[in-house]
């Protein structure tokens, strides 16, 4: 397990956003090669196996898109999109000349106060290899996915330290809850959208309701009192009429968000987003 702490929530967003813009490079390229089974034809009508179009049967890997990583359905994307609809159907009927310019000024003021309210409190990231107890239950929370991609997964769990005890329920306590989910929701989509540009899958879990933010819809569900977050380095308190997650050092105060990538845990890719929390240079 690979852990980092930091002191604040809002900094290591602005850091995992700035460099989730970089074009991120895999200078290891490779190619498949087909098993050769099938008789040549005449290269002029075109290749035998669509799966492997250049000559000798090869073929260059290409990960497959998935369209609703290219939408914005993240909370933060989705107040910013809403602005823009609505200042382009409001010039539009006004037939006042539409400026770019100041519509991407007012979308970076909307993002700016986002971040202004969003949570600013201590936080640990860690990276740990999916335990034996998950991977039983990814193939139902993300059943689209390779059943190789599911065998080789690394897990960030984004551990935000809470003002008030999560064990005893408030209005203050639920206030504080959803803006940590809002703060996560933020963070996890920049650090999926990192992976992503270094080559790799990602998905998180929604704190609110368990299920993959990014993926395609499931009935299956996630929590953090699953007993897999013992096997990653938390305890599940069991109070009776509920269980409770406890971190080694902020025990009940603490909210974590979950995120998933078929990243190897020694990858350049996970070891420059731990660097972000303590804000060390690449």
Known sequence: MLTVKGPQMRAFTQRI?????????????VVFVGKGTTPRQNSLLGPNDSQY????????????INLRQKV???????VLEETEHTLINLLSATN????????AQLKNDALEEIQANAADVEIELSAVDCPRLLKREMK????????QKLQNVTIFNLTQKTEFDMRAWSEAMEEEREKLTASFIMSANAICDTLAKFGYWADFIDPSSGRPYLGDYTNHTLFE?????KQMGFKIEDLGCCKVLQHACWGSNAFVGTIFTDAPLDSSAVTSILKKVSGEDL
């Open 96 to 103: 006042v000349e539409l400026d770019r310019v100041h519509l």
């Open 17 to 29: 956003a700035a460099f989730s813009t970089q074009v991120q490079v895999d200078p290891r390229p």
């Open 225 to 229: 009192t699953n007993e897999a977050y």
């Open 72 to 78: 914005e359905n993240a909370r933060i994307e989705k």
């Open 140 to 147: 139902y929370l993300f059943p689209r996915m390779e059943t």
């Open 53 to 64: 179009p250049f000559q000798g049967d090869v073929a260059f890997p290409h990960r497959p």
